[in-house]
Nanobody, 121 residues
Framework: QVQLVESGGGLVQAGGSLRLSCAAS????????MSWFRQGPGKEREFVAA????????YYADSVEGRFTITRANPKNTVYIQMNSLKPEDTAVYYC??????????????WGQGTQVTVSS
């Protein structure tokens, strides 16, 4: 059974940076597009970023374009997201997931526990 474990969240001031990690076990990620989603307080879960299996393609939500960078280390079965110039509106629980459809950004139904990111103003 696949497990995705997110880590690296925390409390940071506006303008700061964080790097989140997503470690997978039970399945090799190499063949799969991966993604990051987030769910802010009182909001629905939303797409943040995606990366193709070979890292050739990435895609970002408009709200994070130019500030966030998604990468992956296939030998480590890990996906990362570097978040710079953080804003209070980036406060959310961040989740990684398999991306079932690149065009629609549909994620897998399974979700890990996520990691909390809190940006203070």
């Amino acid at each position: 059974q696949v497990q995705l474990v997110e880590s690296g969240g925390g409390l940071v001031q506006a303008g700061g940076s964080l790097r989140l990690s997503c470690a997978a076990s039970g399945r090799t990620l190499t063949s799969y597009a991966m993604s990051w989603f987030r769910q802010g307080p009182g909001k629905e879960r939303e797409f943040v970023a995606a990366i193709s299996g070979d890292s050739a393609f990435t895609y970002y939500a408009d709200s994070v374009e130019g500030r966030f960078t998604i990468t992956r280390a296939n030998p480590k079965n890990t996906v990362y997201i570097q978040m710079n110039s953080l804003k209070p509106e980036d406060t959310a629980v961040y989740y990684c997931n398999f991306l079932l459809n690149w065009k629609t950004k549909k994620p897998n139904d399974y979700w890990g526990q996520g990691t909390q990111v809190t940006v203070s103003s």
